[in-house]
């Protein structure tokens, strides 16, 4: 779970189930067969959410079939990238926009859905519009946001809270007094799989985005010399290393990693009293840790602000959406159907319910009642409010990014976790292949 593609690949990890096993695809479609041709990963419940969707639009529609090819996410990160690269990919390409998909359409490899939408202005009305920032490229659509949002939250055990007689924290203050006073008490401040290194990253996001605003990030996502080495950057970095000297994260962070899910153990065994992780954790947490979320014991809140920054604390990071784009080497009616899929079968009523039975709040305004009626609801209305009322939802840095920067920058974030190198060294590091 080390890359991009090979984690937050399904919003069913809020259930906590593991994903398939298999190897390679399922199914014996290829981009070349009859009719449309989508390719997404398998691993329940995701896959049946996805697939049910397809089998819906296939019965409504017999003159406009989609045939679906699922793949474990590692295969899959390979067999489309070869794919698209060899003109051959699927005609409806499953993915998570950003850096990814500027690359695609770089080479040409995807329809500009633009116009699209603005012919079908109901279908792009009914989403977040934070989601399209990652379809977006040069001020053109190329993907439709689609299944559910992913927002960073920070997690915390109340009845270690209320063990120790502390409060949640308010404010970056709050976050390095509660460092002591945890772990005087020989319990982390933090649990961390840092080995897996998008966990560390997670951090620097909220710092960066608090201390001087969504601004900060888009002038390195948008190449701009020395961009990391933007005094505000600095200042960031120094944070969170003068949280890790604090002993801030569990002792022997760096060897955790985030797929074993040990991280979200520490958290509820009570041996971590916070976790910073994305929404999918609620549900880990809800399969393996007992009665740890029934009895109310888990607590969330958004990532708090910090003194003197100028970031909105409204803001969040995380995972906007999934998307999905259209080949441009597939055949005009395969890409009729692809559409008339987009417009008619994605996220359709059917689907909306049970990516909620999933633990996932879609990427759909207007679904509170639904949401509330789920025995999840307090998360659920919690996630809900945070992916729509947020000025600005950041996609993942390493999504964000090209293939091409995002390796350097999950390097680099773990030395500068492991006291390795120093915040203008990391600068210096990242000013080298920005824009790339």
Not at 220 to 232: C, D, M, T, Y
Not at 325 to 347: D, H, M, N, P
Request: one cysteine or more.
């Amino acid at each position: 779970m080390e890359t991009p593609l090979s984690r937050r690949t399904v919003l069913g990890l809020a259930l906590g189930v593991p994903v398939s096993m298999a190897l390679g695809a399922c199914g014996t479609a290829g981009p070349g067969t009859g009719g449309a041709t989508y390719w997404y990963l398998n691993g329940q419940p995701q896959e049946g959410v996805r697939t049910g969707a397809v089998d819906r639009f296939n019965k409504a529609n017999p003159d406009s079939q989609i045939t679906p090819t699922t793949f474990q996410n590692d295969a899959y990160k390979t067999k489309i990238k070869t794919a698209i690269g060899a003109g051959q990919a699927p005609t409806v390409i499953w993915g998570w926009g950003g850096g990814t998909l500027r690359t695609y359409v770089k080479a040409g490899q995807v329809e500009d859905l633009t116009s699209w939408f603005d012919q079908n202005a109901a279908v792009k009305d009914r989403l977040f519009p934070t989601a399209f920032d990652a379809a977006t490229v040069d001020g053109r659509i190329y993907a439709r946001p689609c299944e559910a949002v992913q927002p960073i939250v920070l997690y915390y055990n109340k009845k270690v809270f209320a063990a120790v007689g502390a409060q949640p924290p308010q404010s970056w203050g709050d976050i390095m007094a509660l460092v002591p006073k945890f772990n005087a008490k020989g319990i982390a401040p933090f649990a961390l799989g840092g080995q897996s290194r998008w966990t560390n990253m997670m951090w620097l996001e909220f710092l960066f985005d608090r201390l001087g605003g969504p601004e900060v990030f888009q002038a390195i996502l948008a190449g701009e010399k020395n961009a990391w080495s933007n005094p505000v950057a600095i200042a960031a970095l120094t944070r969170v290393q003068d949280l890790v000297k604090a002993d801030g994260f569990i002792k022997g962070f760096s060897s955790i990693t985030a797929d074993s899910n040990a991280d979200q153990a520490l958290l509820y065994t009570g041996r971590a009293a916070m976790m910073l992780h994305g929404a999918w954790s609620y549900g880990i947490q809800q399969a393996n840790g007992g009665d740890f979320v029934s009895s109310g014991g888990l607590g969330f809140m958004n990532f708090p602000p910090i003194e003197g920054g100028k970031g909105d604390p409204s803001d969040t990071v995380g995972n906007p959406a999934q998307y999905l784009s259209i080949s441009s080497k597939a055949t005009a009616e395969q890409k009729t159907v692809a559409k008339k899929f987009f417009a008619t079968g994605v996220l359709d009523d059917e689907e909306v319910k049970q990516w909620i039975g999933t633990g996932g709040v879609p990427v759909l305004k207007g679904t509170q009642k639904l949401l509330a009626a789920d025995k999840n609801a307090e998360f659920l209305g919690f996630t809900y409010d945070i992916a729509s009322k947020a000025k600005n939802f950041a996609q993942s840095w390493d999504q964000a990014l090209s293939p091409t920067a995002a390796e350097p920058l999950l390097d680099n974030i773990a030395k500068l976790f492991q006291l390795s190198i120093s915040p203008q060294q990391f600068a210096d590091n990242l000013n080298a292949v920005i824009g790339q």
